[in-house]
């Protein structure tokens, strides 16, 4: 009986975890990430990572929601490994010129976003979690995780191009 009811509180949990789609129609308006945008830096000796992020209110199907949309640069051993950096203005225009796309849950912790980053080199898509540390100067956590799933380009390769956790200063 005790184990019925454990199951039961972890699927009630589960189930009000998934995010029903909003209406036809409707524009999701999210200002709790508007903190995130402008570009965010990380040094350590040769290795760079910069990350450029605006809030764009972006068509999904048959509603619109604001989301945030970035490019990266990401230089290793003085190499610099991805750059898209230069396709931040158009963008704007035609989002899959972004590297970068970022959600956040609006009834989850408001300093929290998460989406997907493209790895240039590999050639694939991997999971971008980003925590907004309040701070003089404000902080972001990055943590990127391998992408499951089916991959498009033949040529992709297993692994992280950039580094899995670093905390990222804005400029």
């Known amino acids: 009986m005790k184990l019925f009811v454990l199951i039961s509180v972890i699927?009630?949990?589960?189930?009000?975890?998934?995010?029903?789609?909003?209406?036809?129609?409707?524009?999701?308006?999210?200002?709790?990430?508007?903190?995130?945008?402008g570009v965010w830096h990380w040094v350590n000796g040769n290795d760079t990572l910069?990350?450029?992020l605006k809030k764009i209110?972006?068509?999904?199907?048959?509603?619109?929601?604001?989301?945030?949309?970035?490019?990266?640069?990401?230089?290793?051993?003085?190499?610099?490994?991805?750059?898209?950096l230069n396709k931040y203005d158009s963008m704007v225009l035609y989002y899959?010129?972004?590297?970068?796309?970022?959600?956040q849950n609006q009834d989850t912790d408001t300093s929290k976003v998460f989406g997907s980053i493209k790895d240039l080199t590999k050639k694939k898509t991997?999971?971008?979690?980003?925590?907004?540390?309040n701070g003089t100067p404000p902080t972001i956590i990055w943590h990127l995780e391998t992408a499951e799933g089916t991959f498009i380009d033949p040529n992709f390769?297993?692994?992280?191009?950039?580094?899995?956790?670093?905390?990222?200063?804005r400029q």
């Open 11 to 37: 699927l009630a949990g589960c189930c009000r975890m998934i995010a029903q789609p909003p209406a036809p129609g409707s524009n999701v308006v999210n200002n709790n990430i508007n903190k995130f945008e």
């Open 50 to 52: 910069i990350l450029k």
């Open 57 to 84: 209110n972006k068509q999904f199907g048959d509603y619109t929601e604001d989301v945030l949309l970035g490019v990266h640069k990401y230089i290793k051993n003085g190499l610099v490994l991805d750059d898209a």
């Open 96 to 103: 899959k010129k972004s590297t970068v796309l970022l959600y």
């Open 126 to 133: 991997n999971n971008l979690f980003l925590q907004y540390v």
């Open 157 to 169: 390769q297993y692994g992280l191009t950039m580094p899995k956790d670093v905390i990222l200063t």
